[in-house]
């Protein structure tokens, strides 16, 4: 692809802090996409993970999902933000390989998956809450959610992504997104109740 296309690209992204690099692979500078592929393989290998993946199956869906972007780059159009882009990429693999695998998609994500890194100066009791809350709201999600609310409610409250952005990695209408979320919290708020957690809830 030309240069000239490639920087048609940059403006068209707008804010998109990953549009410069995105451009320069366009260009023809491909080894350059080493950069985006550093700079995201640890939250898609996180975000494979939160969809149940083990981490031996992440890191292999994760390496497919970066030669996936790779050779799909020329189709990005710049319509939604590359983070978005390529966590739409890795969430349709995490599908495809659920149902190749469907006697593996229940799996153990590690607790620390599930937040962000701990505060250094959090106290020991905090550090205990925080914890307890992140099992209770695993627990939760995996008893009293089904897939696709479950998905909804970890694109937006664990991935931080608006509803327009979980919306395109989805797949779905945004009202559709925001719906499923509305029901995840709900579900999930009442499935806290009934176990004596609610106060853990904060979803």
């Known amino acids: 692809m030309s240069e000239q296309v490639a920087r048609r690209q940059f403006v068209f992204s707008g804010n998109d802090p990953d549009a410069e690099d995105v451009a320069t692979v366009l260009s023809g500078k491909s080894q350059h996409f080493s950069v985006l592929v550093e ?32 050779r799909k780059l020329h189709a990005f159009r710049g319509d939604s933000k590359f983070s978005t882009w390529l966590m739409g990429i890795a969430f349709n693999m995490a599908r495809s390989f659920k149902r190749r695998a469907p006697n593996r998609r229940m799996v153990t994500v590690p607790d620390e998956m599930l937040s962000d890194q701990p505060h250094p100066g959090a106290s020991p009791a905090e550090n205990a809450t925080s914890s307890a809350r992140i099992q209770a709201i695993k627990e939760g999600m995996d008893a009293h959610l089904s897939p696709d609310l479950k ?53």
């Open 151 to 203: 998905e909804a409610l970890t694109l937006v409250s664990l991935e931080g992504m608006t509803y327009e952005e979980a919306a395109k990695v989805a797949g779905v209408a945004i009202n559709t997104l925001k719906t499923r979320v509305f029901r995840a919290r709900k579900r999930l708020r009442n499935g806290l109740e009934e176990t004596g957690k609610l106060e853990l809830f904060n979803f």
């Open 39 to 70: 700079r995201f393989q640890l939250r898609i290998f996180r975000f494979l993970l939160r969809q149940g993946l083990s981490e031996h199956d992440a890191e292999d869906v994760a390496q497919e999902t970066f030669i996936e972007a790779h």
